[in-house]
């Protein structure tokens, strides 16, 4: 984790209490914002908080999608504990969502992404992360609209899974969801991911006794 860092769970101090959505205010139990090493180079975003990530407040934990997840940063030497912390120890990896509250019963609109689409923002830029890793279709679109040229229609992520797309100012390694990947799914995503780390950032982490 960054030296001057004093937390990683919302690290930037965004709006806790934000009330932007009315409607996912009376839904939500708390707004889920990123989580993890301010100055990683790989930057996870998902579509919203699940159930898990809505009662810890941390992204990707407490329900088996998070597990999912966290098992696979930890193959990758990204996260230094078990898959079911609430609060994992991440490395060189940073958490988040398009929208930052849960309705139970639908996924977000489009206008309540585009009301969290600062946060987000503000996160890419203070990060500054070399790889966007868009987890899931309306991550992959959202990411895909934002930074590249490519219109965000022609990407698919069952397709594009476990590839590296060269985007506006970062590369992008979208990640299906992890509850639909097959073993030979997550094994490609880890296969193509640890190639890249090996390539760009000489990493000496990763999968031990595969």
Known sequence: MDANQQTRSNPFGMDAD???????????????HGYGDV???F?????????????????????????????LLGLLGLNNSLPSDDEPELE?????????????????TDEEILTCEPYLNAEVRMINPEILVPVGQRALTEIA??????????????????????????EIVPMAD???????????????????M???????KGRRGR
Do not use: M, W
Not at 18 to 32: F, G, H, I
Not at 57 to 64: H, K, R
Not at 145 to 170: L, M
């Open 92 to 108: 060189n990896a940073f958490l988040t969502y398009l929208a930052r509250c849960r309705d139970p019963e639908r996924p977000p």
């Open 39 to 41: 100055g990683a180079d």
């Open 178 to 196: 992890p509850l639909d990947c097959s073993e030979s799914k997550r094994e490609a995503f880890l296969d193509h991911f640890e190639a890249l």
């Open 145 to 170: 609209s934002e930074y590249t040229t490519t219109p965000a229609e022609e990407f698919d992520v069952t397709a594009d899974h476990a590839t590296t797309i060269r985007g506006r100012g970062f």
């Open 43 to 71: 930057l996870f975003v998902g579509e919203a908080p699940g159930p898990g990530a809505d009662r810890t407040g941390v992204p990707f934990t407490g329900d088996e999608r998070g597990e999912a997840l966290q098992h």
């Open 198 to 204: 090996d390539r760009d950032y000489r990493q000496t």
């Open 18 to 32: 934000c009330e932007n959505c009315p409607e996912l205010c009376a839904t939500r139990e708390q707004v889920v």
